[in-house]
């Protein structure tokens, strides 16, 4: 076990040891305590309780905690009143560390062999022999037996609250190392954390205040993730004077009931963990934090190095799609706005994150086919003859064969997409002529977005068509081009659409 975890148990306190004195003679409590008022052991004194009855002493055995020591009588309101709390005490109670010492005046009812052997008592004292020396030592004795004991025991315990705390920080690691996107790795660090700490969802929402990064130095913070009363991105004062202080240290922190993660990686990248918590962070929170924090590291290292990779892959993605979308003179941004709410459909529909994040960097290369198809046909502006629209619609089945066989998932999907986003869920479309769920539901949404941008734009056959008039031709689409439910949550959900046409809204030719 790490040596900080022992520190508590090696500073004394200042707490006395509680000392439970059970007699029907109220004189024997008086010069008990007078024999052991100035007791010390480890600079702490005693502490008194008194009960003067069976019934009383296992009322206040179970109401005081941490007795160290009972004295107890034998014969009081029963004969064996005071052997019947004995065994109370250690099998109904279940407590064996107070240390339990017979004290009797009438040895012959209770004989100190058959008492030894039935019950599980530490001492037996006859009144007449306990002078004040033996009564001292008695104590002492008794007394450094129990705190031995709880300290073995307290050792036990924070031996296997740390086991179970690795092992949750393992699990923890473990499912945050799922995620491949920074927002979900970002995201799942607050909640690890928090079922580290097994802070429950009210404190969590009062105390969290954020996930923040610097991508390089002296540069702002930006929030990744946050939980909490305030969604804005910024930052107090307060807040700042913690990160700073754990940027300085280069080194997690924690301070009263703040908890700094400091994550740094080989590539300059530093990551900063902000949690207040509604109670002060234990020695073993401290000790398994600063694990969590290390393997948190080595994660960020790996996620920072794949999303620059991912970043690079998607950029080319976009320019090829943007060197389609110009020769093509269709209306500029189209690509970005169709990833776009490609992406936010298929979270809307309740795919998971991870998809989602595919389909949009996959999006792009939907009519990467088109590069093959001649200018005589693509830039056409009237109506394709039957000729024409036969070779317009190879591309398609060019797109597929231009992608398919790559092991990388975005290109896979891409492929998919390429060759399935003009097909019908009537079985009417080219070039395979698939029919409802045989269509990837990718191709589906993709298909869904791709009218849905065509209608609210200009190409170079047709002007925009007013939302109204949109909304009426996607409702007519539904169940023979597109697919119903897909459709349902783009009209559901028209505000996302149209806030996406304006934020890429069409470059000037």
Not at 221 to 248: F, M, P, S, W
Request: net charge negative.
């Amino acid at each position: 076990m790490p040596l900080k975890l022992l520190r508590e148990l090696e500073e004394p306190s200042a707490l006395p040891w509680k000392v439970l004195i059970v007699d029907d003679e109220p004189d024997v409590h008086q010069v008990s305590v007078m024999v052991l008022k100035r007791f010390r052991l480890d600079d702490r004194p005693l502490e008194f309780v008194h009960a003067y009855s069976g019934a009383e002493a296992k009322e206040k055995m179970s109401t005081t905690p941490d007795i160290a020591l009972v004295f107890l009588d034998v014969v009081m309101e029963t004969d064996n009143a005071g052997l019947e709390v004995a065994r109370w005490i250690r099998e109904d109670l279940g407590n064996h560390f107070t240390r339990i010492v017979l004290r009797t005046g009438q040895p012959g009812q209770a004989p100190e062999q058959e008492v030894i052997t039935n019950y599980d008592i530490n001492d037996y004292k006859e009144k007449t022999e306990l002078s004040s020396q033996k009564l001292f030592t008695t104590v002492y004795a008794a007394i450094r037996s129990y705190r031995d004991i709880v300290k073995v025991e307290q050792a036990r315990e924070l031996e296997e609250n740390y086991r179970q705390g690795l092992e949750r920080v393992i699990q923890s690691t473990a499912v945050i190392f799922q995620q491949h996107t920074l927002k979900a790795f970002s995201d799942g660090i607050l909640q690890q954390v928090l079922s580290l700490l097994r802070m429950n969802d009210q404190s969590m929402l009062v105390s969290v205040r954020g996930l923040t990064t610097l991508r390089e130095p002296h540069s702002d913070y930006q929030i990744l993730a946050r939980i909490g009363d305030h969604n804005d991105q910024n930052i107090d004062g307060d807040v700042k004077h913690y990160l700073e202080k754990a940027i300085e240290a280069k080194n997690s922190i924690i301070e009263n009931d703040v908890f700094v993660g400091y994550f740094s990686t080989s590539s300059g990248a530093t990551s900063l963990l902000y949690l207040k918590g509604a109670r002060k962070i234990t020695e073993l929170e401290s000790q398994l934090l600063t694990i969590f924090s290390y393997s948190v590291s080595l994660a960020f290292e790996n996620l920072f190095l794949g999303q620059e990779i991912i970043d690079t892959q998607g950029e080319l993605i976009y320019r090829l799609g943007d060197v389609v979308e110009s020769r093509s003179e269709e209306t500029a941004n189209h690509v970005r706005r169709l990833s776009e709410l490609s992406y936010q459909l298929c979270k809307l529909l309740g795919y998971p994150e991870e998809k989602a994040n595919l389909l949009r960097q996959a999006a792009p290369m939907h009519d990467v086919g088109k590069i093959a198809i001649p200018d005589s046909v693509l830039l056409k502006p009237g109506k394709l003859d039957s000729e024409e629209w036969e070779v317009m619609k190879t591309h398609a089945e060019i797109g597929y064969k231009i992608l398919a066989g790559s092991k990388r998932s975005i290109l896979q999907t891409a492929a998919t997409i390429a060759h399935q986003h003009h097909e019908k869920v009537d079985g009417t479309g080219y070039p395979q002529g698939l029919k409802g769920d045989e269509i990837s539901i990718e191709a589906r949404i993709i298909a869904v977005a791709d009218v849905f941008d065509a209608l609210t734009h200009e190409r170079v056959y047709k002007p925009a068509w007013p939302i109204d008039e949109v909304i009426e031709q996607m409702k007519a689409s539904k169940g023979t081009h597109l697919d119903p439910n897909i459709v349902d949550t783009l009209l559901d959900n028209i505000d996302v659409a149209l806030d996406i046409n304006e934020k890429f809204s069409p470059r000037p030719h």
